[in-house]
């Protein structure tokens, strides 16, 4: 396929609070962009710029290229399996791309499904949360076929900067499952070390100011750190979604014998958020755990 503004048409389901900038960086790319989600309201600012609004069906008939960017595991699978769903209803030659969090397993799934009615599929999860939605730096991570992953570059590089063919169907989702289990611990860390500073005295902002560049640095330090501080919890990233990759990671590790228990234990904390109401809020409310 020719990655090309005039010869392709683009699907994109899923307008939250990624998606949403996601697609707007196609549509502002020049691309023909058609866009689907279950609140349609949200699709309001892209629609008033030029995009189309298409039941999944009619998307999948129409497009060449298809982007999902759905919350959960069970959502992804009723995109792609329902009756009206992509698989039933894509183009042969066209491409797909999951760029949910889900199951690598269900990444294998609809490979292998697709592969059999001629259209292609990459699992292509990304982390930078909004932020990098918005800025178009997120990281991408890829599973597929590699020439399909290349002929697609010019799109990802529309959303992300780091962007990284990882191997066969599946290895994009193992990926982030990497990338979720280095954040969980990390967000222990960067809640406990600006409440060890409120408690020692210290002014917290000048912590920040002194580690957040040093062997203690990381991206979670550098843009929650702050939210933490000022009671910000808008969420860049739900903690209901946190949880969910949380439990596919704590699932995998199961499945090949390995012991995590790192990610146990954010796991149980974040639990407990959820049970306390704040699984919408951002994951930077771990801090509330220690605040309350």
Not at 118 to 126: E, N, S
Not at 156 to 165: A, P, S
Request: a neutral charge; hydrophobic letters at 40%.
């Amino acid at each position: 396929m020719l990655i090309d503004p005039n010869n392709i048409k683009v699907g994109f389901i899923g307008i939250g609070v990624m998606g949403k900038s996601m697609a707007g960086h196609i549509l502002d790319a020049g691309y023909k962009l058609f866009v689907y989600n279950r609140t349609k309201s949200k699709t309001e600012e892209l629609l008033n710029k030029g995009a189309v609004f298409l039941p999944i069906n009619e998307l999948a008939k129409n497009c060449d290229l298809i982007i999902t960017m759905v919350g959960f595991p069970e959502d992804v699978s009723e995109v792609y399996f329902s009756e009206n769903g992509l698989i039933n209803n894509s183009k042969e030659g066209s491409i797909l791309i999951d760029m949910t969090t889900s199951p690598p397993s269900l990444a294998v799934k609809i490979y292998d499904e697709l592969k059999k009615k001629g259209v292609f599929f990459l699992d292509a999860p990304v982390s930078g949360g909004d932020i990098g939605a918005k800025n178009a730096t997120l990281s991408i991570m890829v599973g597929g076929d590699e020439e399909i992953f290349t002929s697609v570059l010019p799109i990802f590089g529309l959303m992300g900067k780091n962007i990284v063919y990882q191997g066969k169907a599946g290895s994009g989702q193992h990926t982030k499952m990497c990338n979720q289990i280095a954040i969980a611990s990390n967000m222990i860390g960067v809640a406990e070390s600006l409440y060890y500073g409120i408690k020692a005295g210290l002014n917290p902002e000048m912590v920040l100011k002194s580690i957040s560049t040093g062997a203690a640095g990381s991206w979670s330090l550098t843009n929650l750190g702050p939210k933490m501080l000022n009671e910000d919890y808008a969420p860049g990233f739900y903690i209901k979604h946190f949880i969910k990759d949380m439990k596919i990671a704590l699932d995998e590790s199961i499945r090949m014998g390995i012991n995590l228990p790192g990610l146990k234990l954010a796991l149980s904390l974040y639990e407990e958020l959820s049970r306390m109401g704040y699984e919408n809020s951002g994951t930077q409310a771990i801090f509330k755990l220690y605040t309350k």
